[in-house]
């Protein structure tokens, strides 16, 4: 059964730091893949997918993410952390030939003044 | 336009007893996905309807159950509730399949069993 992995439930970063969150998926051909993001109080919202066109994926609030079909990987960056990105971060996969998204357990990310 | 509306927002059951929780999609929406939140599990998946099918399920046992009316509008029922069951419950629509136009998450029910 398709599944991803984040590695890390917390993650802290000082703000202006790299933002590095990471996710990795269980197939064999590479599925469809996204990053939802959570704030507190709201529900979640897509921050970017990737469906095969690049693999380097721009998403909203300045966050993208990079397919590498070698490491099985999605991981979520953002180059300078900013207060208002603390929220928690959930990878999710899609097979090809599938209509349900599976979600991994998320990250959540503190950003330290 | 409003967004993905869940009813009760709270609930409390005790065990044994049976429970429905109702999802409004976002106008125009045809598909509704049901997930389980809890905090060391994330989100499960529960199921997925589309234009009133069940087109997908996840790996919870049958006393979880799900429909989709003509309105898009859905329902799921739990049936013998157990104190495991206690969890934020999400329901999330999308215009067309998950994968291929954004889920649209409602701000959940939390079931309490007792």
């Known amino acids: 059964a398709q599944s991803v992995t984040q590695l890390g439930s917390h993650v802290s970063v000082s703000e202006g730091a790299l933002v590095l969150l990471r996710c990795n998926y269980s197939s064999s051909v590479p599925p469809y893949l996204f990053w939802y993001v959570q704030y507190p109080n709201q529900g979640l919202q897509l921050l970017l997918k990737y469906t095969s066109a690049a693999t380097l994926v721009k998403g909203i609030n300045g966050f993208e993410a990079e397919f590498k079909k070698s490491e099985t990987s999605f991981h979520l960056t953002k180059p300078s952390a900013h207060m208002s990105d603390a929220a928690e971060y959930f990878c999710a996969v899609s097979d090809r030939g599938d209509d349900k998204i599976i979600f991994g357990k998320g990250t959540r990310l503190h950003i330290l003044p | 336009k409003a967004g993905v509306t869940q009813t009760p927002r709270y609930l409390i059951k005790t065990r044994g007893q049976q429970v429905t929780l109702s999802c409004s999609p976002i106008?125009?929406?045809?598909?509704v996905s049901w997930y389980q939140q809890t905090p060391g599990q994330g989100l499960q998946f529960l199921f997925e309807y589309f234009s009133e099918t069940q087109r997908n399920k996840g790996n919870f046992p049958g006393r979880f159950s799900g429909r989709q009316f003509s309105n898009s509008r859905s329902e799921m029922n739990v049936s013998t509730l157990e104190l495991g069951d206690s969890a934020l419950y999400l329901c999330a629509s999308s215009r067309d399949t998950p994968r291929n136009s954004p889920l649209h998450f409602g701000n959940g029910t939390r079931l309490t069993v007792t």
């Open positions: 106008s125009g929406h045809r598909s």
